[in-house]
């Protein structure tokens, strides 16, 4: 059972300096695939504006401001697109 990523370079476990074997490989390469399938949120989070705007906007019944927040959030995810699965 090989990982996609796994491009057979030797990782040694930092706990006992032993090589890895086949099973952890594997999962060490399944966790490193998740981080790369989520690095979307991560930047995404970073630059979404502060949610303290969008409630701003709600109680002083500000449409423009709203739809301005909206627009941000929505630039962001352009800008960080969801990888496809």
């Given amino acids: 059972m090989t ?3 796994d491009d057979g370079s030797e990782l040694i476990n930092p ?3 032993t090589p890895y074997s086949e099973i952890q490989r594997f999962g ?5 695939q998740q981080v790369f399938d989520t690095q979307y949120q991560r930047d995404r989070k970073n630059e979404y504006p502060p949610i303290e ?3 701003d906007g709600v109680v002083k019944g500000d449409q423009s401001q709203i739809d301005e ?3 941000k959030c929505l630039a962001v ?6 990888p496809n699965s």
């Fill in 3 to 5: 990982h996609p990523l």
């Fill in 28 to 32: 060490f390469y399944t966790g490193l």
């Fill in 53 to 55: 705007e969008y409630i």
């Fill in 69 to 71: 927040y909206i627009n």
């Fill in 15 to 17: 706990m006992d300096g």
């Fill in 77 to 82: 995810k352009v800008k960080y697109p969801k």
